[in-house]
């Protein structure tokens, strides 16, 4: 009676053995590849064992080919053995049933149960050895990785010489071809592209804050961009004169306060370096003028130099002020850290009550500052506009008018419709922006 029922049992065992083995193995192969890092980091330094050997896998590509070709291997074994096996057990079974129903010739029985075997056993083996273990292994790598890798570990040291034997062939097949396993390794590296592209869908999935993913964004493209674009332009720069007393000097704190100022000697072609706001502040006496306050030097640098490498030699210098210079040595605007740092976060203003560089109107349309980027005036407005030669809205209006610009002027760019409302010198402070109609 056991043994009778021992020998029924048995086939169905060794069968869903193969089926879960083959799963394990899939698993295995999609765990280790979607492995978040940042997790098994923590957990790694945290003291999790399991967390600190799919650590020391991740971080060596040829842990990574072995642990996969283990898999592979492990795949291939269990697919055969359920083949070669289970296809065999349950044809005879299906056979005799056939049989039972009527098939009148054995032949018969035997096709049509070699033909449900397959059908029956290709879909447990999809379904249940390839398809659920490869979406929970997907969906739940942290934890899938975690239990499973130690377990693979162990048919790792048991196939260690097939999977060996097998990387070898793999690679020297590879190589025939041209592609070397260090540079398929290296396309684990994401450009900054594709790292915009995963912030933007983890933004729209919910699981990164919009505003996060905005500065993740800035970031990204924060080094492509130059000094001229992120510097305060030179018809707004307010500088304090070396020949300033302390009366010039109280007038200049109230019209335009500022925590830092270039010291110039005469026109800001001529920038000595910077006074902190405290070094003004009742460090004039009667009679004295700024020439006698310690200027702080300040590095100079081009406009072609980009915002990450103007950070950097702000840090090397120790200076939260540089000096952008245009092609012909003369100053062509200042860069604060300030400035740096709104490049990424946004707009920081110390008064609540200033205005917004873009501000909403109605029916879609802007009043944007004159030094806001044409590339921004036009996201905002839902368009694409870039100028190749001008980076600012007032830019792009001298650029189109050909002359100082008037409050009521409006040119028309691209998409875009401008019409400037108020001037600052001959450039324009604040523009409404809005698309061309019929555009």
Known sequence: MLEALAAAIAPTLIVTALVLANGLFVAAEFAIVGAPRATIDRLANGGNRAARLVRRIVEDAREVDRFIATAQLGITLASLGLGMYGEHLL?????????????????????????GAIAVLTYIHIVVGEMVPKSIALAKADRAVLWIAPLMRGFQLVLFPFVVVLNGIGN??????????????AESVRTPDELAYIVRESSAGGLLKKQSATVVQELLEFGDLTAGQVMVPRVRVVGVDVADQAPEVAKLLRDAPHSRYPVIDGDLDHIMGMVHVKDLLGGLAPGQTV?????????FVPETMTADQVLATMRQQRSQLVVVMDEHGGTAGIITLEDLIEEVVGELTEDASAPAEIRPREQGRFVVAGTVRVLDAGAAIGAVVEHPDVESVSGLVLALLGRPAKVGDVVEYEEMRIEVLTLRGRGVREALVERRAGR
Request: aromatic fraction near 8%; charged fraction near 20%; proline fraction near 4%.
């Open 91 to 115: 044809a005879e079974w299906l056979s005799v049933k056939f049989e039972a129903l009527g098939a009148s010739r054995w032949i018969a029985a035997h096709t049509l149960g070699s033909i």
């Open 291 to 299: 020439r006698s306050l310690s200027a702080r030097p300040v590095p």
């Open 172 to 185: 020297a097949t590879l190589a025939l071809f041209g592609v070397r396993r260090q540079e398929m390794s």
